[in-house]
């Protein structure tokens, strides 16, 4: 696949099924699949709704640490999934992410509240334009809510999808369009570049590491597991 048909199919992804941001993002940069080519079959629409809207209810709560966020959403992922959130994954992808995000405001690429502004006012157009949109909005319905809205609560949930995008962008100028490939040398083209993304997150995360943000993140995280523990007993 082109990286331009890369490109499309993430902004898909993000202003189709952007579900579980904190778990799901990671994935979302490092690969191409959307609803349509079937990845999201086992959700229904009313499922990704419903936990949208209770992660932008979590989020948009005034002195809310979007960590807390971080632990309920991969919890309500994993029921869906039928999976198990171990303690351990999520602090390993809670990790990630935070040090994507740190190298993005390291380096000047972090993107500005304008930014931010614009990709919503974008978003929420493209959603309107969209062949589900209807469903979304049936869905949202029950809550005494618009789709529109939820998205609106979940804008600090974008605002790391589209940081994230910013690093994983910078990550693709050396590895642009190599012009008309074979299917079978774009699968392994494909590959190849996951690889590299994979090695080039986990370079990040080994530098963050070794950074006072990453000594206060560990002070921080038993007191936010503590209170969604005992909150969700």
Same mark, same amino acid.
């Given at each position: 696949?082109?990286?331009?048909?890369?490109?499309?199919?993430?902004?898909?992804?993000?202003?189709?099924?952007?579900?579980?941001?904190?778990?799901?993002?990671?994935?979302?940069?490092?690969?191409? &699949?959307?609803?349509?080519?079937?990845?999201? =079959? *086992?959700?229904?629409?009313? %499922?990704?709704?419903?936990?949208? $809207? #209770?992660? !932008?209810?979590?989020?948009?709560?005034?002195?809310?640490?979007?960590?807390?966020?971080?632990?309920?959403?991969?919890?309500?992922?994993?029921?869906?999934?039928?999976?198990?959130?171990?303690?351990?994954?999520?602090?390993?992808?809670?990790?990630?992410?935070?040090?994507?995000?740190?190298?993005?405001?390291?380096?000047?690429?972090?993107?500005?509240?304008?930014?931010?502004?614009?990709?919503? &006012?974008?978003?929420?157009?493209?959603?309107? =334009? *969209?062949?589900?949109?209807? %469903?979304?909005?049936?869905?949202? $319905? #029950?809550? !005494?809510?618009?789709?529109?809205?939820?998205?609106?609560?979940?804008?600090?949930?974008?605002?790391?999808?589209?940081?994230?995008?910013?690093?994983?962008?910078?990550?693709?100028?050396?590895?642009?369009?190599?012009?008309?490939?074979?299917?079978?040398?774009?699968?392994?083209?494909?590959?190849?570049?996951?690889?590299?993304?994979?090695?080039?997150?986990?370079?990040?995360?080994?530098?963050?590491?070794?950074?006072?943000?990453?000594?206060?993140?560990?002070?921080?995280?038993?007191?936010?597991?503590?209170?969604? $523990? #005992?909150?969700?007993?």
């Amino acid at each position: 696949m082109h990286i331009n048909q890369r490109k499309r199919k993430l902004l898909a992804l993000m202003i189709i099924v952007s579900i579980a941001i904190f778990v799901i993002v990671l994935w979302a940069v490092a690969n191409t &699949s959307n609803r349509s080519n079937g990845e999201n =079959d *086992s959700m229904s629409i009313e %499922e990704i709704v419903r936990i949208q $809207k #209770k992660q !932008g209810d979590i989020l948009s709560k005034k002195g809310q640490n979007y960590l807390y966020a971080h632990f309920a959403i991969q919890e309500e992922y994993a029921k869906v999934r039928d999976i198990k959130a171990t303690d351990g994954h999520m602090t390993k992808d809670l990790v990630q992410l935070e040090a994507l995000f740190w190298y993005a405001k390291k380096n000047g690429i972090e993107p500005s509240d304008k930014d931010i502004e614009r990709y919503m &006012s974008k978003l929420l157009k493209d959603v309107k =334009d *969209s062949k589900e949109y209807d %469903e979304f909005q049936k869905a949202a $319905k #029950k809550y !005494g809510t618009t789709y529109e809205q939820i998205l609106m609560n979940n804008i600090e949930a974008y605002r790391i999808t589209q940081t994230i995008e910013s690093v994983y962008e910078q990550f693709l100028t050396g590895h642009r369009d190599a012009g008309k490939l074979t299917e079978e040398e774009r699968e392994k083209r494909d590959k190849m570049i996951k690889e590299e993304w994979d090695k080039y997150v986990k370079k990040i995360v080994a530098q963050y590491k070794l950074s006072d943000n990453y000594k206060s993140l560990r002070n921080t995280l038993p007191r936010i597991k503590e209170k969604y $523990k #005992k909150e969700n007993e």
